[in-house]
Nanobody, 120 residues
């Protein structure tokens, strides 16, 4: 079983930066695809980025492309979401999730979520 521990949320002013971390406290990401999601009150859950653990191109939504970057530290079994030039519309609860084989995008494992609030 894989257990995800997410951290790094907080309150920042528009234009600021935050780095979210998603680490496997038990098990490893191994062959899992990692997704970053966010959900704001009154809105549906949105896929922000998706990163194959084994490599390949990372997907970014149009709203964050050029501002958010996913990186990985394989030695620490950790995935990061660097968020720059934050906007008030980025305010949401952010989640990381792991999609195990057969990679059906059902994301069996989820972090606890971390709140990101961007003030104007």
């Amino acid at each position: 079983q894989v257990q995800l521990v997410e951290s790094g949320g907080g309150l920042v002013q528009a234009g600021g930066s935050l780095r979210l971390s998603c680490a496997a406290s038990r098990g490893t990401f191994s062959r899992y695809t990692i997704g970053w999601f966010r959900q704001a009150p009154g809105k549906e859950r949105e896929l922000v980025a998706r990163s194959p653990w084994s490599g390949g191109n990372t997907y970014y939504s149009e709203s964050v492309k050029g501002r958010f970057t996913v990186s990985r530290d394989n030695a620490k079994n950790t995935v990061y979401l660097q968020m720059n030039s934050l906007k008030p519309e980025d305010t949401a609860e952010y989640y990381c999730a792991a999609d195990p084989p057969p990679w059906d995008t059902k994301y069996d494992y989820w972090g606890q979520g971390t709140q990101v609030t961007v003030s104007s």
